[in-house]
Structures are given as structure tokens and as C-alpha cells.
């Protein structure tokens, strides 16, 4: 399975935008780039996902690099309720949807 | 909605002894997925089941079965428990294989 890197940890005041990097050097054309969160003593959580064009929905923002090797996930005005870790994966499409999980970006934001 | 539920929230199991951590979705998702979780080193797959009737291994299986007799319950089954099974479990599903994920809120399971 394709791998990304991540920062390890990232940290924001409350109220400003956050911008978090992921690499994906390795990328496949059918890999998706989903994100996740988990807030401490949850589950993870999905966040957004996509192939190639950047994508919006009510939690944040996906911006793809033109060559799909780095992505960002754009949280546009961080709450306190956003600290979580943060995972980037890769999910072939034509495979067994199995989700690789790394060590994500652990995000402190502060008030 | 529900989502996804699982049970015991915790659970102490001395080593050798046998338990099965259930996971119910009623959400009516065709996938459905066990992973442990330790401290540094995140989320590992354990099974999956891309739809009732099937399974497959995933990163970590050994030690561990699973049954998907329905849509609905995918329980995972320690059969002789051992320490280093120690860790957090989440259930999750999805639509079908590669849409995004629900989880469960976790089983925590200490063997001693």
C-alpha cells in the first residue's frame, strides 16, 4: 500500500485557518486520499475525501497538488473542538478498501 | 440512528480465556472492519468483510476470527486471549468497500 508523512504534530490559535500537508509520493491513479480525525477517547472520525480535484464539504477543504503527490486538508477557522490527530490515507479504489493508518498530525489548537 | 455499537465498552480477561467483542451497525452497510489500536502505532486492520457471508485478513489477524452471518453484526473473537492483545478495538463500516468509514466508539481490553 501506498504510504504518506506526515508532520507529527501542528499546532493553531482558535479562529485561524490550519493547514494541514500530506505527502503521497508513491501514489497510484486509482488511490483516493481520504482524511480522518480522532479526538481523544473516540473513534476516528471521516473527514473529506478525494481523487483529484479539490473538494469542500461542512468540515473542511481538500486541496490535491496537479501531480497528486501532496494533498493539504484545510480546516478554515479552527475550533477548540479540532484538536484531534489528523490522518492521511491512501485507499485503492480497486482493492479491498482497506485503510492504512500512520501516526497522523496531532493538532493543538489554542484559545 | 444508532450507527454503530459496540460491546463491552471494557473488559479485564485473564490470559488463555476466550471472548468475543460484538459490533452491531444498523446503518445497513455492506462493509465492515475490526482494528486494534496501541499507543504509537495507530490504527492496524485486523479482518474485513466486504459483504455478509465474506471476510478477509487484514494486517494483524492472527489470533483473532471473525463471522459476518449477517449484514447488520461483524463479532470478532479472541480464542485464547494473551497479553499482548492488550489494546483498544474499534468496529467500523462502510457502504461498500472504499467510501468512507463509521467507527464504533471503541472496546478497551486489558488481559492479564
Same mark, same amino acid.
Given at each position: ?30 488511490? !483516493? ?9 473516540? @473513534?476516528?472520525? =471521516?473527514?473529506?475525501? %478525494?481523487?483529484?480535484?479539490? /473538494? ?29 490527530? !489528523? ?9 479491498? @478498501?482497506?485503510? =492504512?493508518?500512520?501516526? %497522523?498530525?496531532?493538532?493543538? /489548537?489554542?484559545? | ?112
Amino acid at each position: 500500500d501506498a504510504k504518506t508523512t506526515q508532520p507529527n504534530s501542528m499546532e493553531s490559535n482558535e479562529e485561524e485557518p490550519v493547514h494541514l500537508p500530506c505527502n503521497h509520493s508513491t501514489i497510484s491513479g486509482t488511490d !483516493y486520499i481520504h482524511w480522518y480525525r480522532q479526538l481523544p477517547s473516540q @473513534g476516528p472520525e =471521516y473527514v473529506i475525501h %478525494g481523487l483529484t480535484s479539490n /473538494v469542500n464539504n461542512r468540515m473542511a477543504s481538500l486541496a490535491i497538488a496537479e501531480d497528486r503527490k501532496s494533498s493539504t486538508l484545510i480546516l478554515h477557522r479552527a475550533t477548540l473542538r479540532d484538536a484531534a490527530v !489528523y490522518y492521511c490515507i491512501l485507499l485503492r479504489g480497486s482493492t479491498l @478498501g482497506r485503510l =492504512y493508518f500512520g501516526r %497522523g498530525t496531532q493538532l493543538t /489548537v489554542w484559545p | 440512528t444508532a450507527g454503530i455499537t459496540q460491546a463491552p465498552t471494557s473488559q479485564i480477561l485473564a490470559a488463555g480465556r476466550s471472548m468475543t467483542l460484538r459490533c452491531t451497525q444498523d446503518m445497513r452497510h455492506n462493509a465492515m472492519y475490526w482494528y486494534r489500536q496501541d499507543l504509537g502505532l495507530g490504527l492496524r486492520l485486523i479482518h474485513y468483510s466486504n459483504t455478509a457471508g465474506t471476510t478477509g485478513k487484514g494486517e494483524v489477524p492472527d489470533g483473532y476470527s471473525v463471522s459476518r452471518a449477517n449484514t447488520d453484526d461483524f463479532p470478532l473473537t479472541l480464542a485464547s486471549a494473551v497479553p499482548s492483545q492488550t489494546s483498544v478495538y474499534f468496529c467500523a463500516s462502510s457502504r461498500e468497500i472504499s467510501y468512507e468509514q463509521y467507527f464504533g466508539p471503541g472496546t478497551r481490553l486489558t488481559v492479564t
